[in-house]
């Protein structure tokens, strides 16, 4: 029976498979693992409501030498990587022009404003609400240097009132008792909470989506029966086909393959992240933390504690480079004196990452049946039930809360 089919498993697609599903449809969920194995397994655990600015802003140039010629700084990019990428960082520097920026810090405001009030009639409606944490998260500066560093990044939540509290030395240990007496000030963002299981949210969504009668298919997509400016079935690589009468490429960082099947390319790229799970951590946190100077940051999720970060550009195939993970454990050492790395376990994922920051959300250019969501980098969590919410929207014909143009999947 030909149905809505969503291709992608992990928080978006799964969130966008429960609301159509919800809203009476019959849906296919389509990926090459079980939901939630791919990056949504691995993230931080943050709604990161205060997260939304572009890659490209000139405080990250500022400091892009300096990442690059460390060897243990933020950013890697392999160099057997380097001339894939080029027509990449062509579009990052585009991205970069300052009314550009302005265009899109105002897109990633307008998701991050709905975020918890999609998300918390998510966790309602599907008995949840007990994944979303009461705490936020406190950004970490060692000196008035780096605070000052990292004022860009206030000046723009300030622009669009996203909810801060600027605190000093004793304000924080109070909040946080394990956190290192060094810490001089600190930024706390009461909006970013964090989920009590990434991975066990995911699967409950799937689990959920079930119940209402969805199906769930494991196969890898490589293929699409096209004709006539609209796609009919999915081809897998077993050689089975999947009929559909509408597709949702929701895949994450895999979607781009897809999309340039459908004579659609994407500019979209991996940004390797990498975690570091601690179950016998030593201490105890309320909040999450992140520290920019350092470029990581800790979660209270998954029964321990969670110490991930960096950004490694080295394509979908190559080998993971755990030592990347073993960084972030050192940097958040730093932080929290008192954190033993015992019972642990090392993950890398693939974040997808489009130049210019902004998510594609919304109907393919050429393929009147096809619609994309997916470019979500490291927000794809936060994002979830807006973008669940508005591709529900679009497919009932419904208007959607905010306007989509800023996400068109041709505006590369």
């Known amino acids: 029976m030909s149905s809505i089919a969503v291709v992608g498993a992990g928080i978006i697609g799964t969130t966008i498979a429960y609301a159509l599903q919800r809203r009476g449809f019959a849906v296919t969920l389509v990926d090459r693992d079980a939901p939630g194995k791919g990056a949504s397994y691995g993230n931080m655990a943050s709604i990161a409501v205060t997260e939304f600015m572009p890659a490209s802003r000139p405080g990250v140039w500022a400091q892009m030498p300096k990442w690059?010629?460390?060897?243990?700084?933020?950013?890697?990019?392999?160099?057997?990587?380097?001339?894939?990428?080029?027509?990449?960082?062509?579009?990052?520097?585009?991205?970069?022009?300052?009314?550009?920026?302005?265009?899109?810090?105002?897109?990633?405001?307008?998701?991050?404003?709905?975020?918890?009030?999609?998300?918390?009639?998510?966790?309602?409606e599907t008995g949840l609400t007990s994944m979303l944490s009461t705490e936020g998260c406190l950004s970490l500066y060692a000196d008035e240097a780096e605070f000052r560093a990292d004022r860009e990044h206030i000046d723009i939540l300030e622009r669009f009132g996203f909810r801060h509290d600027i605190l000093g030395g004793n304000a924080i240990r109070d909040l946080e008792p394990a956190l290192t007496t060094t810490i001089a000030k600190a930024v706390r963002f009461p909006d970013n909470r964090s989920i009590a299981d990434p991975y066990k949210l995911v699967t409950a969504l799937a689990a959920q989506f079930q119940a209402l009668g969805g199906v769930i298919q494991t196969g890898d997509v490589v293929g699409f029966d096209e004709g006539e400016g609209s796609v009919s079935a999915l081809r897998l690589a077993d050689g089975r086909r999947l009929a559909?009468?509408?597709?949702?490429?929701?895949?994450?960082?895999?979607?781009?393959?897809?999309?340039?099947?459908?004579?659609?390319?994407i500019p979209l790229e991996t940004e390797r992240g990498y975690h570091t799970q601690i179950m016998a951590p030593g201490i105890s946190m309320r909040h999450s933390i992140i520290w920019p100077a350092r470029a990581f940051m800790v979660t209270p999720t998954a029964g321990g504690i969670r110490v991930g970060g960096t950004v490694e550009m080295a394509?979908?195939?190559?080998?993971?480079?755990?030592?990347?993970?073993?960084?972030?454990v050192k940097r958040a050492k730093e932080a929290l004196p008192n954190l033993k790395a015992e019972q642990t376990s090392e993950w890398m994922g693939h974040r997808p990452a489009l130049p210019?920051?902004?998510?594609?959300?919304?109907?393919?250019a050429r393929l009147r049946n096809v619609l994309y969501a997916t470019g979500h980098g490291h927000l794809g969590l936060t994002y979830a039930a807006t973008t669940g919410r508005l591709i529900a929207d679009l497919v009932t014909g419904a208007k959607p809360a905010i306007d989509l143009k800023p996400y068109r999947v041709d505006r590369f």
């Open 315 to 328: 394509g979908l195939d190559a080998s993971p480079d755990y030592r990347r993970a073993r960084i972030l």
């Open 356 to 364: 210019d920051t902004v998510p594609v959300i919304g109907p393919s």
């Open 68 to 124: 690059l010629l460390d060897p243990e700084g933020p950013v890697r990019i392999r160099p057997a990587y380097m001339p894939k990428l080029v027509p990449w960082f062509l579009r990052f520097l585009a991205a970069s022009r300052p009314s550009k920026l302005r265009e899109l810090e105002a897109a990633g405001a307008a998701l991050c404003g709905r975020v918890h009030e999609d998300l918390d009639a998510l966790l309602r």
């Open 244 to 265: 559909a009468y509408r597709v949702v490429l929701a895949a994450g960082a895999f979607t781009g393959r897809l999309s340039k099947l459908l004579g659609e390319p």
